[in-house]
């Protein structure tokens, strides 16, 4: 008969015996896959029922709040639709989830105590903030494009035309990056029964394709304000959601609103340049510093690129040096 | 394998812990001192989660800041509660194996020795906010353990435990530390570190109060007062041939029948007392004083750190 003291111990030598290091890897691949890891874990813990009943009003938020706009408002011009759309959806939508999902991302660890498992593994504190900022983003992202395409369905079934005022002939799209127009008379901008399928279809195509502006417009916001955020909770845990609503106001709402220089540094500036080249609004924007620019759509996608990674940098630059202790130590 | 040269670590103006300079070697080390003292400051130091405001500290070598190399060699369980209550114990110590860099099946394979060595087995498939604090111990063991490091850091690993897990859990580590792995034991509690750690260190107020096997500690002891205890009659009288004789320090009464008497020449009292037993009215019942427990070792050593023992 066997010893269970015995075979306990036998089952640590197993372990001890075993071979420790895991990955001959290299660092930046041990760090993706423990950010990956991470990224699974959490986005499974993060699936509750709590969190998806938050995620699907904000998700109808836009939609709704646009179809009683329309309900009562027959008159507005196209511009003014795509305009909310692209301020409630790629503005709203995406940093509010920004803020909750990927602002937090340090605080919750040091305030549910858990910090300190994955912070004593091997490239623990940078994969935690790569894949709980990623999970963030995924979130985010999913949140701003469900939004849109709800938007979008519930604002063209109305009968809301979602095609450029200004309907121009299609250009060179590599050269001005300006998402192809559909060429659509004023009388077929609304359309009668007896007119369908080819004026309908041209419609629906013409709102598809200012969707499709908005949501690459999305998918900027969101990969850049999730790096920004993620920043943001890595220098200040403890108060990150209101530093980083405090950021969003006096950056991204005032600051991107001053016609001066200043207003490059913000991410609004940028996605509404591009919002504006892509989609011709017919806005007259004096001197070009307010909501349009001399320069290239692919250098504005490039900013915005480059304030993501600089940003995904200083995290993980500040996470790596920076001291966290647990409400516990502190 | 630890290194600390003269680490001080401030939190503003209070010293967490204050010019600790000491070397441990591999082996079972019980870390001793009151709530407060700066335990768990000292191992979050070695384990690299805070930086030392002064001073030097290497493990196995290395700096233990954010050091990859240096955390698949280190096991570590914190004082503190801390769980997530929607995942099971198996999911969660799997989770953390792969950050360790082992696949999911081997994750899956260590997660399951290491629970079942905690005796955790029936209930990891449990969602972990279901767990008693005792198994909340155990799990936090486990995903101590299942990298198999080669320094295990435990902040109080007995708190909450019944005896049963108290015994359970003593088993493991002396398993553990049998099987050549070395252990750091942080406790309040001194028994429960005495029979598994072959030497201690003595925190109080950040300082290192003393550090060694309990027989070096001992040994510098000999200077210091022994404190008895005596039940029994005609303790008066006995105090007075004590003070006649210059062999006490203090004494203090309690009633008529229990004495407390603070001593530097405990040989000598203890070689008068026959004599005097039988003799003028004195009968000793029982008499308790200083032995080799860690407890009075601590004690004693507390009270000298506070003043209250010269």
Redesign the interface.
Known sequence: MSDPANEKLMRLENIQSAVAPATNFGALSDILRSAWTVFRFENRRSRTWGRLLIWLIVVLFPGTILLMMRLVDSQSPQQLWISLLFVSVTEMVVILNALLWVAPLIQTELEGKTWLYVAIRPFGRMALTLGKGWNGLSWTLSAGLSSLALAVVLLTLSGVDLTPPKPVPMRDAVQTARFPEPEIEPSERSFDVEDWPETAQRVIVAALQSAAALAALTVLSTIVYSPLFAAIGCIAPRRAMLIAFSYTLIFEVLIALIPAVVNRITVQYHLRCLLTKWIDLGINDVEGRFLSSQSSPAWHVGCLLTMSLLWTVVSLTVVHFRTYVTNDEA | MIELDQVTKLYGSVIGVNDVTLSLGPGAHGLLGPNGSGK??FL?LV?????PSRGEIAVFGESPW?N??L????G?C?G?????S??TGFDWVR??M??????PK?ASG?AQ??L??TGMTHAMHRGMGTYSRGMRQRTKLA?A????PQLLILDEPFNGLDPIGRHDIT??LR??V????SVIIASHILHEVETLATSFLLICGGRLLASGTPEEVHSLLTDLPNEFQMRGRGLRRLGQLLIEELLVDSLRFIGDERLTVTTHQPLNLINRMPSWCGQEGIHIAEITSGDDSLQDLFTTLMRIHRGELR
């Not at chain 2, 384990?47 to 930086?51: A, D, E, N, V």
């Not at chain 2, 955390?71 to 280190?74: G, S, V």
């Not at chain 2, 049998?178 to 792995?181: R, S």
Request: charged share 30%; net charge negative.
């Open positions: 768990t400051t979050s384990t690299g989660q805070l930086r954010d990859p190399r955390y698949r060699r280190l570590v914190p503190f509660e801390g769980l997530y929607d995942i989770y953390l792969e950050l360790h860099g082992y696949s081997e260590r020795d290491a079942e060595i995903q353990i299942a990298h198999e088993e493991v398993d553990w049998e099987t050549g792995g």
